[in-house]
């Protein structure tokens, strides 16, 4: 079983829609978790680390669920410039080192 | 946000040769480097973790004589691929973490080197 697991996609969107994934993870004992967008052949960039509580920045909602190690990001009214591929990644000691998943493409559109 | 500068950004390289990709912290002190590799539709594999003036620690599978990782600035480290193969062809990324001021920064991503190996 991989670490950090994502349904690879795609997801086809309309504009305007709303895309919800997730992503399991084996490591119980990850600390930290995000979501990391990555367009073809260019470096991940972070969009957003993802808490307990759920948390949202503008159009994302991101979500953890530590007892059935899972995080979900959600995306409202889908934008063409949403298309990506979105990475789950976690973060598995004090260095900073990163696990990270396949990713899911999302393709909106139009 | 703090910038990490990654260069080259392709190199084509023949089968034997070595390959060297600098990447740098431009703006922060990288007290930590992550080396990357990405197959095409793969996620990111790390490699290495480099703290700045120690040995670098390969992840497991990785050969360290093979992927040699320098970091003896904290705002330099550089990964050669020695007696490159067709193989090594991948894209590596590197990640920078360290200190703006007194805090800790978060992971910034190098651009990605592009490396094919004919």
């Known amino acids: 079983r991989k670490e950090v697991e994502q349904d690879p996609g795609p997801f086809n969107v309309p504009e305007g829609a709303t895309v919800a994934f997730n992503c399991t993870y084996s490591n119980s004992a990850s600390q930290s978790f995000f979501w990391y967008r990555q367009d073809c052949r260019k470096e991940p960039k972070l969009l957003m680390s993802?808490?307990?509580s759920g948390n949202e920045d503008g159009r994302f909602t991101a979500q953890l669920n530590r007892a059935s190690q899972y995080i979900s990001l959600l995306i409202r009214d889908s934008k063409l410039s949403d298309s990506a591929t979105y990475l789950c990644v976690l973060q598995t000691d004090s260095w900073g080192k990163l696990q990270f998943g396949a990713g899911t493409q999302v393709v909106v559109t139009p | 946000g703090a910038v990490v500068s990654q260069h080259p950004s392709r190199v084509i390289c023949k089968s034997g040769t070595s390959v060297k990709i600098e990447c740098r912290s431009l703006?922060?002190?990288?007290?930590?480097m992550f080396w990357y590799r990405q197959f095409p539709k793969q996620s990111l594999m790390l490699m290495a973790t480099s703290n700045e003036g120690s040995k670098a620690t390969y992840e497991q599978g990785v050969e360290k004589d093979k992927f040699l990782i320098n970091h003896a600035s904290l705002t330099l480290s550089t990964l050669t691929v020695t007696s490159a193969h067709p193989e090594d062809s991948s894209f590596y990324i590197c990640?920078?973490?360290?200190?703006?001021?007194?805090?800790?920064?978060?992971?910034?991503f190098g651009q990605g080197t592009r490396l094919t190996v004919v």
């Open positions: 703006d922060f002190q990288a007290t930590t």
């Open positions: 990640s920078a973490r360290g200190t703006i001021g007194a805090l800790n920064t978060e992971a910034f």
């Open positions: 993802v808490y307990s």
